[in-house]
């Protein structure tokens, strides 16, 4: 088994800065996918950024704002937002696949077996 652990979630005023940190345990090796997801009220879950050896991917969304990367050594992904908005609000997640299997399309939330238990991230006007 997987154990993710998210933090570094928080409330910042639009134009702020946040990094969240997503620690693996237990079964994580080096060659995993992981990838950032949130979730705001009322709205489907939805794929941020994700990162898997070399290959990573952003959402239009975050393009230019976001940063994902990984320090192996320590199984730590991190989450870089800046130019944050109030659109950005949401409950941030991240997730991981078996190693050795690609990220894939952000479509593929139910691909994804390891979950951990979200950060809250509020921006404000």
């Known amino acids: 088994q997987v154990q993710l652990v998210e933090s570094g979630g928080g409330s910042v005023e639009t134009g702020g800065s946040l990094k969240l940190s997503c620690v693996a345990s237990?079964?994580?090796?080096?060659?995993?996918?992981v990838g950032w997801f949130r979730q705001a009220p009322g709205k489907e879950r939805e794929g941020v950024a994700s990162?898997?050896?070399?290959?990573?991917n952003y959402a239009d969304s975050v393009k230019g704002r976001f940063t994902i990367s990984q320090d192996n050594a320590k199984n730590v992904v991190y989450l870089q937002m800046d130019s944050l908005n109030p659109e950005d609000t949401a409950i941030y997640y991240c997730?991981?696949?078996?190693?050795?299997?690609?990220?894939?399309?952000?479509?593929?939330?139910?691909?994804?077996?390891?979950w951990g238990q979200g950060t809250q991230v509020t921006v404000s006007a």
């Open positions: 997730a991981s696949k078996p190693q050795w299997v690609p990220c894939g399309s952000f479509r593929s939330v139910s691909q994804y077996p390891y």
């Open positions: 237990g079964a994580f090796q080096f060659g995993s996918c």
């Open positions: 990162i898997y050896v070399a290959t990573i």
